[in-house]
């Protein structure tokens, strides 16, 4: 791993593997004699990292002849598709002003409604506009990750991309824009939020109480390198934390400060 000053950022070469070196180097760092590495907390981008990255926890404390170990609490941050680890990490900081997600069903078939009054007399059977809407949520997440809303999607830069392309691509921006629109004023209205949404409030508020108060308890973000904003704005303070660290796969650290 190679370190450089300021915030904690290492680099595992791409000729080893990722998670054997990952765990390698955090057993020695952060192990505890009594609560092993309980006490460390692992940002990881995937589920499939997680069980990666535990089958090689598994592998080294094999080495070691262990038959026994407490291995560090892993949470996923890089899936669209949070999973319940996201939610328990932050959601206990207090984030009680975030408002809950919206079923991710009813959002579906809700969707489905908006689109087939949208599209009135032109719109397709009902097997097709579930199928659009669900192709819509997807969107809409993507989106909503990279914080741009539907009104983004009608500035004129936007159009100007379009060009002389068909009509038919213009009429479809703006009816997704119409639906997503007339999706999120709903939500308002329920006290609710997009799965996506409520996922960059959750890292933004993580990132003010971090910043503010520092856990005391080490944290590390292993191997994501997704560049959604609300994320690389948490990760930032994590790298910037006094027990927090970023660890990112085949990064050079000797990178020129203009670089930097």
């Not at 505890?32 to 069980?51: H, I, M, Q």
């Not at 080495?63 to 598709?81: H, Q, S, T």
């Not at 292993?222 to 910037?240: D, H, I, K, Q, W």
Request: glycine fraction near 8%; charge should be negative.
């Amino acid at each position: 791993m190679g370190e450089r000053p300021g915030p904690s950022i290492y680099s595992i070469a791409a000729h080893r593997g990722f998670a054997d070196a990952l765990v390698a180097g955090l057993v020695p760092r952060y192990r505890d004699d009594t609560l092993g590495l309980a006490k460390l907390t692992l940002l990881l981008p995937s589920t499939r990292a997680v069980r990666t990255v535990t089958e090689a926890f598994i592998r080294h404390y094999g080495a070691e002849g262990r038959k026994g170990m407490l291995m560090p609490r892993m949470a996923v941050v890089g899936d669209l598709d949070l999973d319940e680890t996201l939610g328990a990490l932050l959601d206990p900081l207090g984030a009680t002003d975030i408002p809950p997600p919206v079923d991710p069903t009813k959002r579906w078939l809700r969707l489905a409604e908006i689109l087939r009054d949208e599209m009135g007399d032109d719109a397709p059977g009902s097997a097709t506009v579930l199928r659009l809407a669900r192709d819509i949520a997807a969107t809409m997440d993507r989106l909503l990750v990279e914080d741009i809303g539907p009104e983004a999607l009608l500035k004129d830069a936007v159009l100007d991309l379009l060009g002389d392309l068909s009509g038919h691509w213009q009429n479809s921006l703006h009816l997704f824009a119409r639906v997503q629109t007339r999706w999120l004023a709903e939500l308002k209205t329920m006290g609710a939020l997009d799965a996506a949404s409520r996922r960059n409030r959750l890292f933004d508020y993580a990132a003010k109480r971090w910043k503010e108060t520092p856990p005391t308890t080490p944290i590390v973000a292993a191997g994501v390198t997704s560049a959604s904003p609300a994320l690389a704005r948490m990760l930032r303070v994590v790298a910037e934390l006094p027990e927090g660290a970023m660890i990112l796969p085949d990064f050079d650290v000797s990178m020129e400060e203009s670089v930097w």
